[in-house]
């Protein structure tokens, strides 16, 4: 029996990379509606860890608290599509703000860049506002409103949670009291 090397002690996420179709534009977009800092650009036209010829843009946007967002364009490959699978409503990236002034703000400010938003969303431990980036990335914002009691009970239950899940593939009832609390403060 060998032994197996201890886990990686992570630190957080490096930085997390989509595809985009124009770089500059990706980049204004960012500053332009979120306000992101364009923090570096790498370009190559081979791929350093396959030795692939393919030319490519490489762009990271300072994201807030340490996070960096990502983007490469990639102009010899086929065109850029969606999983045609996937609801477009599954794949998104969510970012924090600091409160729900914050959240509105930000949804006046996307809405005067002409983007359709949705929302803000009841979720019981949070609020959220959706929108699609140039490239059809959804984004989300997010605003906490949950208490640490409410995260605990979240945590205690998330594996009984996911093994009903993996059994019956049908919304286990372990977290009902979420949406009770969106109904109660709607009917409020």
């Known amino acids: 029996m060998t032994d197996t090397p201890a886990a990686p002690a992570l630190t957080g996420i490096h930085h997390v990379a989509y595809r985009c179709r124009d770089a500059r534009r990706t980049?204004?977009?960012?500053?332009?509606v979120l306000g992101?800092?364009?923090?570096?650009?790498?370009?190559?036209d081979n791929v350093p860890s396959t030795g692939e010829p393919d030319p490519y843009?490489?762009?990271?946007?300072?994201?807030?608290?340490?996070?960096?967002?990502?983007?490469f364009e990639l102009p010899s490959a086929t065109p850029m599509g969606r999983d045609a699978?996937?609801?477009?409503?599954?794949?998104h990236i969510a970012f924090?703000?600091?409160?729900?002034?914050?959240?509105?703000?930000?949804?006046?400010?996307?809405e005067a860049h002409g983007l359709s938003v949705l929302g803000p969303t009841h979720h019981g431990i949070f609020?959220?506002?959706y929108f699609f980036d140039p490239d059809g990335h959804r984004l989300e914002l997010v605003c906490d409103i949950h208490t640490e009691a409410q995260l605990d009970e979240l945590h205690r239950v998330a594996?009984?949670?996911?093994e009903e899940w993996s059994r019956t593939r049908k919304a286990?009832?372990?977290?009902?009291?979420?949406?009770?609390k969106i109904a109660a403060e709607r009917d409020a």
């Open 57 to 71: 843009m490489h762009v990271f946007l300072d994201a807030g608290g340490g996070n960096v967002l990502a983007f």
């Open 27 to 32: 980049v204004a977009f960012y500053q332009e």
């Open 127 to 129: 609020k959220s506002i």
């Open 96 to 110: 924090k703000v600091a409160d729900m002034d914050a959240l509105l703000s930000a949804k006046a400010r996307a």
């Open 172 to 180: 286990p009832r372990h977290a009902a009291w979420l949406h009770e």
């Open 36 to 44: 992101m800092d364009f923090k570096l650009a790498i370009a190559e």
């Open 85 to 91: 699978g996937t609801p477009e409503w599954v794949q």
């Open 159 to 162: 594996p009984a949670m996911l």
